[in-house]
């Protein structure tokens, strides 16, 4: 077997519970913030619209592979008149929502740990390929709280599309 194939199975399950006891902490601090969450979240989309042009349809919240290679933790939220990345100029913000990302780096030192206990000699890059797909889930996993933080209503016509950038993206809800 291929010992990155092997790696991945191996990590797969321990990686999906993690993940699930992410996604609980950062539930637990959503409730308890959430009116603030939510107040600075559509603070800074509403400051990316406000002034733009009228004909606005689509908004679009991407995760960026380059975050998770640099550790920046930034999503691409930008906006598009009618084809979702056709546009190069179209207006956009990086916005960090930190409480998705709270003490990840517990998770990397506990993802290192199993790897080590699993696998003898393992390299920095077979580390490094567990932890991007980790983080990859992670950021996939911020949808569910990117959908609570808009806006309840669609008052503007824009729809909201969640997804990897320059990739497939699904609809999540308006604004």
Known sequence: MDRFKEIYETSESFLVNLLE?????????????????????QKEILSLIEGKEENLKNMVIACLNSSIVTNDNAYQISLYNEDIYVDPFSPCIYYVPEFLFVDIQKDIMEIKEFLHKHFIRLMDYEIEEVRRKYMKKVYFSGKEFFIKLLPENNCQGINVWFGEYMNSVELIGGL
């Open 21 to 41: 006891k992410r996604r609980e902490r950062v539930e637990k601090y959503y409730i308890k913030e959430q009116r603030a969450l939510r107040y600075h979240f």
